[in-house]
């Protein structure tokens, strides 16, 4: 069965600083998709980052990457250059076979910014 | 382009009453997408369509919530009638296709924050 688990609640960062935000899933799929998304205050989604099975890179978009560890089934997204606006909720996400590719999302972590 | 449209934004009802949200996807995106988001929770699929078929609805409560995409552009997601365990934020989104790849990542609308009292 599809699971994704993100076991920080909340982290703290300084501001310019890096910091990690876990993820583990559990799929029986060999061929699958992990995304991570970013809710603000304000409500919306915003895709961040996507990292296929199959690819033998981690992921990276701008000051986003994704340390991608296939035999562990962790999929960390790693925020460099912390910044104010940083602050939010981050939602990681995967993919499947499963279910006409239905996504599932992880209960987040809410990641506090400080000056 | 335009983004995924939802109305209303925001809507306060009585439970046992009864609401519809709407949903317009970007133009082209065969795949719609609704998710309820509990607060503290993430977003949970409800719904997913690919063009006007539904894909996976396992998770609609199918007593009192149904969905339609009519031609297979915009939706509407309708409970009837609503408890008090229905507040939430209702999530439209929609994607090119429902497989893998960046290329299939999914656009979510501002959501419809639902109130039942």
């Known amino acids: 069965a599809q699971k994704i688990t993100q076991t920080q609640p909340g982290m703290f960062v300084q501001e310019k600083e890096a910091v990690t935000l876990d993820c583990t899933y559990d799929?029986?799929?060999?061929?699958?998709?992990l995304f991570w998304y970013k809710q603000p205050s304000s409500g919306e989604m915003i895709f961040l980052i996507y990292?296929?099975?199959?690819?033998?890179q981690n992921a990276t978009e701008g000051r986003y990457s994704l340390n991608f560890q296939k035999a562990r089934k962790s999929a960390n997204l790693v925020i460099s250059a912390s910044q104010l606006g940083d602050s939010a909720m981050y939602f990681c996400?995967?993919?499947?076979?499963?279910?006409?590719?239905?996504?599932?999302f992880g209960a987040g972590t809410r990641l506090f910014v400080k000056a | 382009e335009a983004g995924v449209a939802q109305s209303p934004r925001y809507k306060i009802i009585e439970k046992r009453q009864s609401v519809a949200f709407w949903c317009n996807p970007i133009?082209?995106?065969?795949?719609l997408y609704w998710y309820q988001q509990i607060l503290g929770q993430g977003p949970k699929l409800l719904i997913q369509?690919?063009?006007?078929?539904?894909?996976?609805d396992s998770q609609l409560p199918k007593d009192r919530f149904s969905a339609e995409r009519l031609k297979g552009v915009d939706s509407t997601l309708k409970i009837q009638p609503a408890k008090l365990e229905d507040s939430a934020v209702y999530l439209c989104?929609?994607?090119?296709?429902?497989?893998?790849?960046?290329?299939?990542?999914?656009?979510f609308g501002p959501g419809t924050r639902l109130t039942v009292l």
């Open positions: 989104a929609s994607s090119l296709a429902p497989g893998l790849g960046s290329y299939n990542e999914q656009f």
């Open positions: 369509f690919q063009n006007n078929g539904v894909v996976d």
């Open positions: 799929t029986s799929d060999q061929s699958y998709g």
């Open positions: 133009s082209g995106h065969a795949t």
């Open positions: 990292q296929g099975s199959y690819d033998e």
């Open positions: 996400a995967m993919r499947d076979n499963t279910g006409g590719f239905k996504t599932i």
